[in-house]
């Protein structure tokens, strides 16, 4: 099979190679893989000396959707529709850049009914983590007025515009794309702000409250500054760390403006909650024109060029990798 291969042995190579079809082993799912997608972590992954990745060879991808071709569990059967993603897969394991991939049992979710591959992967791994933020903001009730979405043209954000706009919420984009601002308004928000105004009054623990929400994919900076802005009682969806890991921040937006931090992965989930994310994407994306959230379609070949484009934030949506495609 045709597989993108990242490969760290001596010194740095990703490239389409001719790899054998990936052994199955004891309860593992063979998937034939129709559609994979690009996310923030497989740019990662691709790096030299990556932090994230844990092998020094393996075929990247952390998620891919398709059919599954063989497996022992009577509810896969052959045929069955299925996305793959989370745990180690294209992090520690072979991943979903490639013509099949294989999996433990726990990593694969049954494509609710009227969800195809396509739109699968259209969501992806940032799908996921944009329905658990929205899931989680409505369980706390904190929507009621503008919900801040980060890091906006990116695949968390503006799948997230979309799905709190179908839902009835008003998002505000932040982005550093000012170029990208009606094309984010398409997507759903009702205004588009700059990464830079996300709070005011910089020199003071907490800013005006403005936000009855927020998701967050970005941290760093923006995150402490989304705590400083956050009205009474309300909450932002932390997921991402695309502006640095660190989180400089007091204790002041908690204990008197009574504020949480909600954590968001969806990459350890257990099968019921992947199970569920994939049922809410479902009924959401009905009123959703999921096309136009997909930038491009690129092959295996394409790869490397699109993860440099990823890694400097110049991608907007989704970008769908179609392993058929020469
Ligand atoms: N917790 C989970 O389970 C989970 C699941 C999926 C993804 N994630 C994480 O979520 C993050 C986003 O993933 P993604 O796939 O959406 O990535 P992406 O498509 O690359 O989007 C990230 C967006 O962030 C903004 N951005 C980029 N560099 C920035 C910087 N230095 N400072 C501020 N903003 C910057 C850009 O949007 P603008 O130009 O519009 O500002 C960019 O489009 C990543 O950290 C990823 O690992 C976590």
């Known amino acids: ?30 998937v034939s893989v129709q559609w994979s997608g690009i996310n923030y972590k497989d740019a990662m992954v691709a790096e030299a000396k990556s932090r994230v990745r844990r092998v020094s060879r393996l075929i990247g991808g952390v998620d891919a ?85 980060t890091g906006a043209s990116g695949g968390v954000g ?34 588009v702000i700059g990464r ?27 995150l402490a500054s989304i705590l400083r802005s956050l009205r009474y009682g309300a909450a932002v969806a932390a997921s991402g760390l695309v502006a640095g890991p660190e989180l400089a921040t007091t204790v002041y937006p908690f204990i008197t403006r009574n504020v949480a931090l909600l954590g968001i992965d969806v990459v350890e989930a257990p099968p019921a909650v992947r199970e569920r994310l994939w049922r809410e994407l479902a009924t959401t994306l009905a009123t959703i024109d999921v096309a136009a959230l997909v930038e491009r379609t690129i092959g295996l070949a394409d790869l490397p060029a699109t993860l440099d484009e990823l890694r400097a934030g110049t991608v907007r949506g989704r970008v769908l990798v179609d392993p058929a495609a020469h």
């Open 196 to 222: 830079d105004d996300v709070a005011d009054r910089p020199d003071r623990v907490l800013a005006t409250p403005q936000w009855a929400g927020a998701i967050d994919c970005v941290g760093g900076a923006t």
């Open 1 to 30: 099979m045709r597989a993108f291969q990242i490969d760290e042995t001596d010194g740095l190579r990703c490239e389409v190679v001719e790899a054998p079809t990936p052994p199955r082993g004891d309860g593992e799912v063979l």
């Open 65 to 149: 959707a398709g059919v599954v071709v063989a497996s022992d569990d009577p509810d896969l059967a052959p045929g069955t529709a299925v996305a793959v993603h989370g745990g180690v897969l294209g992090v520690a394991r072979d991943g979903g850049f490639a013509d099949y991939v294989t999996a433990p049992r726990a990593w694969i979710s049954p494509l609710p009914a009227g969800l195809s591959p396509h739109d699968a992967m259209a969501m992806g791994t940032a799908g996921l983590a944009a329905m658990a933020s929205v899931l989680a903001l409505e369980h706390r009730g904190a929507l009621d007025g503008e919900v801040l979405v």
């Open 158 to 191: 503006s799948i997230a515009l979309s799905l709190l706009a179908a839902r009835g919420h008003s998002p505000v984009a932040s982005t550093g794309s000012p170029s990208a601002a009606a094309w984010l308004r398409t997507r759903g928000a009702t205004r």
